[in-house]
């Protein structure tokens, strides 16, 4: 069984920066695609970034690319959400999720396990 939790997210004014932590445990993390994905209120949830065990990654949409960055450190079995130049419409509740397998997924019924989400506000 894996448990992901994740941490950092706040309440921040546009333009600000916040890094999200997924700190992941549990039977197996290696070799696993890692997720992010956000839900805003009303809205479906929609995928943000991946990133393969060998550190390939990938984005969602074109309002993140470049302001997003996300990343993992193997040894800590941690993934991190690097985000810059927030806008309000980044606010959101931020979930972390492992994938079936090492493929980067962007469809949220690839991956198999979840964290509790991270609420993340940005004020205009």
């Known amino acids: 069984q894996v448990q992901l939790v994740e941490s950092g997210g706040g309440l921040v004014q546009a333009g600000g920066s916040l890094r999200l932590s997924c700190a992941a445990s549990?039977?197996?993390?290696?070799?696993?695609?890692m997720g992010w994905f956000r839900q805003a209120p009303g809205k479906e949830r929609e995928f943000v970034a991946a990133?393969?065990?060998?550190?390939?990654?990938?984005y969602g949409t074109d309002s993140v690319k470049g302001r997003f960055t996300i990343s993992r450190d193997k040894a800590k079995n941690t993934v991190y959400l690097q985000m810059n130049s927030l806008k309000p419409e980044d606010t959101a509740v931020y979930y972390c999720a492992s994938g079936r397998g090492g493929n980067l997924y962007t469809n949220a019924e690839e991956y198999s396990y979840w964290g509790q989400g991270t609420q993340v506000t940005v004020s205009s």
């Open positions: 549990g039977r197996t993390f290696s070799n696993r695609v």
């Open positions: 990133i393969s065990w060998g550190g390939n990654n990938i």
